[in-house]
């Protein structure tokens, strides 16, 4: 009996299989390479997210099993003889920055949001507007609630933006927002809205792929920290606008981002006087900009703590910012609070573990929209 | 000079890239891989579509030049010791049947119908929409022309079928048809139409990652010749008809479909009597189904030359059938014509080189598409 179990066991081992979720959550990834000196596996998946040789059969398989891991979407990439690339059996793979990485997604936990399940789906829309400053049209992604389609209602927006190195789907591929939306919205924790995800590297056009100029083969990684990212604003929100059915309502506009789009957000909520009631800051750079220690001048970036005032006189009905204590940008969002806290303006404050990272940006989106359109 | 030419030669091919297109249309692949032993170059894009060696320098970059390509898209993978992998530095991928692929898309011709260029772009939605005989939920993609969003037109419909192994983005992935029409359309070579990608493998629900049932990490190849798709083609109809703005006629309706979704374009336009005046056949299985020598009997697929008359007879404005020569499936093609030419009935027969692949079935689409609701 013990001579049978074996011979399966070797014989099963020969098997290269996409990922599998194993009963106590840990996770054996593997990889058919005979022929390689060493296979490796790295990225968030392997404990410490360091690069983890895998172990290889008699018949070339090579295996890594995890250690058990918390409920989450983790990616990963196999290393061959030195080479990082997605993994051949796992169809599941993302792209941000121009570079792909496989994921795969632990259950039991804040996982299961991340996962499709039988409830009601909303839609997503890739589309295109015209960027007048900009000269050129631009891809944005936006997703109606279950049921846009056939329903006459209209909705509040959230403008949901990304970080640097993204583009306008990267909050639908590490950020699975469409299955995060699906979800909560299927458990009544939120109010159905539409999300507009915007490209917030007004350099680029569209996706790798999508896009006319950027070539296909590598994304431009262009921050835009320049004001044009808010200077165009007002053609996403007058294509919206005219093009959905949407609620023209501060009452009804969120905005919020993250890195990147955190200072894009606050810029925007600033710029825009009276159109957003709720504006959120993940992991954001908000900040005075400055040039040799005075106030920059330019128009989207100037006068920047009298637009906070002014934003706050206005009123609006919640200013939300969240961060990791080990994000690099912490300080950023502590200047921030300390600044609402020195004139008492209120504000709520998400504090959690962790870093610069999908993970808690997802975390965040799941909380801030929990707290929208109420 | 020569010594100074080798050395910036040298030093320029320590640098590892993205797809080189050069300017005789060959194309450079480059792989940065030190410690491997053997890095090939495997797929559509080497000669013969053989799996080529590239060549390493002493900088561990390895690089394949092809020989001058006629401009089309070309999918390849990197082999790294054994193991065939997209290509790290290309951000262009896509997924067929579960698996991933790299492509470059050589300018100059055809090529360039499926470029992104600047002219105004249609939107890629993707919706889902409720298969009641099948018991779930379940998503396809539609492109809208350019303007749609923005106007009260109503316009004509192209339901477009995918081959076995595919989901609901083939088209746009390999397919590259929201490319297409909009190239095409700029070129005021196509009336603006609706393009509706079902997914044809009823067993799926969605694309790898999109699907509550079928495991994130690998697409079941499930194909679907068992008249569950045609049964809940109605649901397809529906959905569109009730959440698009399309004109409900049968003079503003066309279903083509490539190998598996040939078959099922032939059966649907059978089944579906007086719904669409345009069929298109790309590669397929048109064909009796029989059991032991007699016609099989199964609603959906009985009576089929009785049918087939009844669709003659009923009027329809263009029967489209391409095949390549060395399709293996060109037989069915011969025997659909075949049988309308016994029976005096007309059709329009587009023969290429070539077999049973992208290349030829983004020709069909592009020819096609060309003849529909003028």
Same mark, same amino acid.
């Given at each position: 009996m013990a001579l049978a179990l074996t011979f399966s066991a070797s014989a099963q081992s020969a098997r290269a299989l996409p990922p599998q979720i194993n009963k106590d959550n840990s996770v054996t990834l593997s990889c058919k390479a005979p022929d390689a000196k060493i296979v490796q596996v790295t990225g968030e998946i392997s404990s410490g997210q360091a690069t983890k040789d895998m172990v290889r059969d008699t018949n070339g398989v090579w295996t890594y099993t995890t250690s058990p891991l918390k409920s989450e979407m983790y990616y990963y990439l196999i290393k061959v003889d030195g080479v990082s690339v997605t @993994?051949?059996?796992?169809?599941a793979c993302i792209i941000d920055g121009g570079s792909h990485y496989s994921y795969v997604i632990v259950p039991g936990g804040v996982g299961d949001l991340y996962t499709p399940k039988h409830v009601p789906h909303g839609s997503v829309h890739k589309v295109w507007y015209t960027a007048k400053d900009l000269g050129y049209d631009r891809r944005m992604a936006i997703y109606t609630p279950p049921g846009y389609e056939q329903s006459k209602k209209k909705y509040p927006v959230l403008y949901l933006l990304h970080g640097a /190195? /993204?583009?306008?789907e990267s909050w639908l591929t590490f950020g699975r927002t469409a299955q995060i939306m699906d979800n909560l919205l299927a458990e009544g924790k939120i109010k159905p809205m539409i999300v507009v995800m915007t490209s917030g590297s007004t350099k680029n056009q569209a996706a790798p792929g999508e #896009?006319?100029?950027? /070539?296909?083969?590598?994304?431009? #990684?262009g921050s835009s920290y320049d004001t044009s990212y808010e200077v165009q604003f007002k053609d996403v929100l007058e294509y919206v606008e005219k093009s959905f059915r949407v609620i023209k309502k501060k009452s009804c506009r969120a905005i919020a981002g993250l890195s990147m789009g955190g200072e894009q957000a606050f810029q925007t909520a600033l710029n825009y006087p @009276?159109?957003? %009631?709720y504006v959120g800051i993940f992991s954001g750079v908000p900040r005075v900009r400055t040039i040799n220690g005075n106030e920059l001048k330019v128009e989207i970036y100037e006068n920047t703590l009298d637009k906070l005032d002014k934003e706050f006189q206005n009123g609006l009905k919640l200013y939300y910012i969240a961060v990791g204590? @080990? %994000?690099?940008l912490y300080k950023n969002s502590k200047w921030l609070r300390e600044t609402l806290d020195s004139k008492g303006y209120p504000y709520v404050y998400n504090e959690t573990s962790g870093g610069h990272s999908w993970r808690n940006w997802r975390l965040y989106l799941t909380d801030f929209t929990q707290r929208l359109f109420n």
């Open positions: @993994d051949p059996l796992n169809s /190195g /993204g583009n306008e #896009s006319p100029d950027e /070539g296909l083969y590598r994304q431009i #990684s @009276d159109t957003f %009631d204590v @080990d %994000d690099s």
